[in-house]
């Protein structure tokens, strides 16, 4: 059953309103290029829809904004001093472990590639330890009310903390690394999926198999030599080209059913104008991640495996031979019996 | 216009630049505190009062940005 969410009707507008973030983000663009920050921002330039921003930090109850003011402080530490003595050898495991220690849920690695880096914005490192951290379910079920975004800025600060503590041991090694929190100057979500933790979703978010959409990311990049991950196929297009779960309980509509091209590559995509009104009138709304049916926990695997099996038992119809093979062996059992 | 990543969390070896680095940001953050109260409360007001009032206000109107 639909559960009753506010209503996409907003006490707040524009007199003289911000360029369409559809348009920023490149929809229908048939050319290749790097995103454009428009919301959400680190700072680095003044964006479009920094009003809508700034009236959604400031409408925070005091103890969420309380906790994104102390994760800057704690993001101070992002980077810091190399050891002089370079370890050789692969150290890949050694950093997974330390980011699992240090509570991340999954860790991947990957090269950065352009799709991560926002237009204008070149870094000198080569590699990404990408860290998922999955939010708690008791929490999140009170979406979209504060209590849920408290939980939000929650996990972004201890994720921030596994990011800097990844960081920090990798140049102890002797190798430098920066973490990147929430906000930051790259975009997660591309260096996740190349990193093998999951895959993105119709709701425009990751789609981990372990916890489905309901995590938050951080990245570490490094010039650190270590081995990549490669991307994975847990089924998540089989399931969304089919299910229509966040299409039909996003309240603002802003979820398609189908892939658009948005800067020269077809993909799925979230309707910005419609969603970030939305975002900003329920503190972080985040409805469709939790909606999500990858999201129930322990229900991942599962999944995949039975979407696996459709996927194989539909290749194999569509082979005449095999089709006709598995009819007559039909009919030869129901003969014999 | 520089980014938190350039503004703060690129560290210089030397404990004199982190020291003023950590001060920057420190202020920067005792600054976000100020504007949660003021001109954050008087935002809030005014946006509880639209919502009861079923009106609107312009961002434009209570909302100012800094010059770059």
């Known amino acids: 059953m639909k559960k009753c969410f506010p209503p996409p009707d907003y006490a707040f507008d524009y007199r003289e309103g911000p360029v369409s973030g559809n348009v920023i983000n490149g929809l229908g663009e048939e050319t290749a290029r790097r995103a454009r920050q428009i919301f959400h921002g680190s700072g680095a330039r003044r964006l479009e829809w920094e009003r809508l921003e700034t009236f959604f930090a400031l409408t925070m109850p005091f103890r969420i904004y309380w906790q994104g003011l102390v994760n800057r402080w704690v993001l101070r530490n992002a980077d810091g001093t190399v050891a002089k003595t370079t370890v050789s050898g692969d150290r890949t495991e050694e950093v997974k472990s330390v980011a699992r220690a240090a509570g991340a849920g999954t860790v991947g690695i990957c090269r950065i590639t352009e799709d991560a880096l926002f237009e204008n914005y070149e870094t000198p490192f080569r590699y990404a330890v990408v860290i998922v951290m999955p939010m708690n379910p008791d929490e999140m079920q009170f979406l979209p009310e504060p209590r849920a975004a408290l939980e939000v800025m929650h996990v972004y600060l ?180 | 216009m520089s980014s938190y990543e350039e503004r703060f969390y690129r560290e210089s070896p030397d404990l004199r630049s982190r020291v003023a680095r950590n001060l920057r940001l420190l202020i920067w953050l005792v600054g976000e505190l100020i504007a949660w109260f003021w001109p954050g409360r008087r935002i809030r007001r005014a946006y509880r009062k639209a919502e009861q009032d079923g009106k609107e206000i312009y961002l434009d109107d209570v909302i100012e940005l800094d010059q770059e």
């Open chain 1, 158 to 337: 201890k994720i921030s903390r596994v990011a800097i503590k990844v960081a920090s041991a990798i140049r102890a090694m002797g190798w430098p690394a920066r973490a990147y929190g929430e906000s930051a100057d790259i975009l997660h979500i591309p260096l996740a999926v190349n990193a093998g933790l999951g895959e993105l979703g119709k709701h425009g978010s990751l789609i981990t198999q372990q916890f489905g959409s309901s995590v938050r990311l951080a990245t570490v990049l490094t010039n650190m030599p270590l081995t990549v991950d490669e991307p994975v196929d847990i089924c998540v297009e089989d399931l969304c080209l089919g299910c229509r779960r966040c299409t039909i309980d996003c309240p603002a509509d802003a979820i398609v059913d189908d892939k658009r091209l948005v800067r020269g590559v077809k993909k799925w995509y979230v309707d910005f104008d419609r969603c970030v009104p939305y975002f900003v009138k329920t503190l972080g709304c985040g409805i469709c991640i939790e909606v999500c049916p990858w999201t129930k926990p322990g229900r991942g695997p599962g999944l995949t495996e039975k979407l696996l099996a459709k996927r194989q038992k539909k290749a194999l119809a569509e082979i005449p031979g095999v089709r006709h093979v598995a009819r007559k062996t039909k009919t030869t059992n129901s003969g014999t019996d």
